[in-house]
Nanobody
């Protein structure tokens, strides 16, 4: 499975972005998807995840109320909608996939496939 993120960029504080994770390969619908981010000098952290069917989602405290994860299995695509962005959201954002998680997802980096990352910069 190959993953490609897009939709990153420069946005002002309070602005919004939608990141897209496009997958190529077989059986995207079998994979849980996690969204992670890594800021300069900091460890990679899990922000949101969604189970293979989309029936279960989880959010880190940093994303609750502002980030929404979703997926469209017919399009082999997952999304991370981000609103009310803050300078501390500046990071490289990654999507990742795990086919062993059944009907759940996790915010720990226990994922087998990773995208190359998309830069999100929140600055005025």
């Amino acid at each position: 499975l190959q993953l490609v993120e897009s939709g990153g960029g420069l946005v002002q504080p309070g602005g919004s972005l939608r990141l897209t994770c496009a997958a190529s390969g077989r059986h995207f619908e079998y994979y849980a998807i996690g969204w992670f981010r890594q800021a300069p000098g900091k460890e990679r952290e899990g922000i949101a995840c969604i189970s293979s069917t989309g029936g279960s989602t989880r959010y880190a405290d940093a994303g609750k109320g502002r980030f929404t994860v979703s997926r469209d299995n017919a399009k082999n695509t997952a999304y991370l909608e981000m609103i009310d962005l803050k300078p501390e959201d500046t990071a490289v954002y990654y999507c990742a996939a795990n086919e062993l998680l059944i009907n759940v997802c996790v915010l720990q980096p226990e994922y087998d496939y990773w995208g190359q990352g998309a830069q999100v910069t929140v600055s005025s």
